[in-house]
């Protein structure tokens, strides 16, 4: 049996010049590398999906600065082990030897107390503290600790960053190089890897090792046939997260309360924060049902409320009562889809004038040149309505919002038809 590291520790970079991604932070003269170069290090949160190097970048930045590195996880680490590293890093700053890099990975985890143990080294620079998250740190890090923290968002490993690691892994790795290994395709593996390095590498591994042969010729079926029904074997240190999360989504948008319940209880047992959740159904109740059931929102806001006053476990009924309320609720994207357009219009057309019947006029000047001139003051029409252009000249008469075809985007939509006429007539 092999005693070496799995594929994905062997591959790990040692240097900012084999890492792979993250160019707008690492690149020639980019602001994370500057800092780096200059020795002038903050402290810093990497916000960032799994797999895109938050953790390999802190052990590099340490080792660029040959700074000692200590590394905790919020996940089984609490306020004791925060001051033993504390207490370890201000002995070496009483020895005159160089400050510690401290790295906390997924520090959305650590709880108000936990992170509050934090803020008198960091204040007092007794360790320069880089935190990894995959959560918004606005809401999962506590104010006070954001403040003196940089914050640096982890893009997605892109395509040819994903192809080009795993030619480098065939090229370089101890094992693999001794293999003659053929990839035909690669797009189940990326697939299943869903952007995530360490995954991907994790799945090859997998693959290789279900062959005896030194000669492997891989293809999209030969990956689904040897990889897909062994998931759980690489599917390690949590990243089945964001896979049960997009299926929890997906069972609400298609308006199954089954599956919605499923997968909540799958999260539920597996320690998943009840705010994440929450949060998710919050982002569903207006991404997804919007207009076609505005109370939807509302509860989602109840939901994420009390779940944040409640706690577990009482907050699972909470959670269960909210995540079957939308699954059957009707189903609306259409101010999804309306932002996305007016967004598209805005890149499109740029700066557009503010017509001037729409504009304020607050000085004698600007009504003298038509500020505020022909605007008519909707209340002062029957029905508190009058047809007034609100959009810039140039774009005058477009159509942005598209109602939804459910009943109450129905009966917003004949409204909209009786008042605006041919703009909704289609």
């Known amino acids: 049996m092999s005693t070496l590291p799995p594929l994905a520790e062997r591959m790990r970079p040692a240097s900012l010049d084999d890492y792979v991604g993250q160019k707008h932070l690492v690149g020639a003269g980019a602001v994370l590398r500057k800092a780096i170069e200059s020795g002038n290090l903050p402290s810093m949160l990497f916000w960032g999906p799994p797999g895109v190097g938050k953790t390999t970048l802190a052990y590099i930045i340490s080792k660029s600065l040959y700074r000692p590195f200590f590394s905790l996880s919020a996940i089984n680490s609490g306020v004791k082990d925060v001051r033993e590293v504390i207490e370890k890093a201000s002995m070496l700053k009483d020895q005159g030897e160089t400050l510690p890099v401290l790295f906390i990975d997924e520090i959305h985890r650590f709880s108000k ?10 204040e007092r620079g007794i360790v320069t503290l880089i935190g990894a998250t995959t959560e918004n740190p606005s809401f999962e890090v506590i104010s006070a600790l954001l403040s003196r923290c940089q914050v640096y968002i982890l893009q997605p490993l892109v395509e040819d960053d994903l192809v080009d690691l795993l030619k480098k892994a065939q090229k370089e790795d101890v094992v693999l190089k001794e293999k003659k290994i053929d990839i035909k395709e690669h797009e189940a593996l990326l697939r299943l890897s869903g952007g995530d390095a360490r995954k991907l590498l994790n799945i090859f591994e997998l693959l290789i090792n ?5 000669k492997i010729t891989i293809t999209n079926d030969v990956v689904l046939e040897h990889v897909q029904q062994n998931m759980a074997l690489y599917d390690k240190a949590g990243e089945q997260h964001y896979d049960i999360i997009s299926a929890f989504i997906k069972s609400m948008r298609g308006s199954d309360p089954n599956g919605a319940v499923y997968w909540l209880a799958r999260m539920i047992a597996g320690g998943e924060d009840p705010k994440f959740i929450a949060r998710r159904m919050l982002i569903l109740a207006s991404e997804d049902i919007g207009n076609a059931n505005p109370n939807a929102l509302l509860l989602a806001q109840s939901c994420f409320t009390s779940v944040t006053m409640i706690g577990m476990p009482e907050s699972q009924l909470i959670l269960s009562q909210t995540a079957i309320y939308l699954a059957t609720s009707p189903k609306s994207n259409s101010a999804t889809t309306a932002i996305g357009e007016a967004l598209s219009l805005v890149k499109q057309t740029g700066d557009l004038p503010v017509p001037l019947h729409l504009r304020n006029a607050p000085t ?5 040149i038509g500020y505020g001139k022909d605007y008519k003051y909707a209340h002062s029409y029957e029905g508190n309505f009058t047809d007034l252009d609100f959009l810039p000249d140039a774009i005058k008469g477009r159509k942005i919002y598209n109602p939804g075809n459910n009943p109450k985007e129905y009966e917003i939509k004949e409204k909209l038809k009786k008042l605006w006429g041919d703009r909704y007539k289609y």
């Open 364 to 368: 004698k000047l600007m009504k003298n």
């Open 210 to 214: 279900a062959f005896d042969s030194k």
């Open 113 to 122: 107390s936990q992170q509050d143990s934090l803020l008198g080294a960091v």
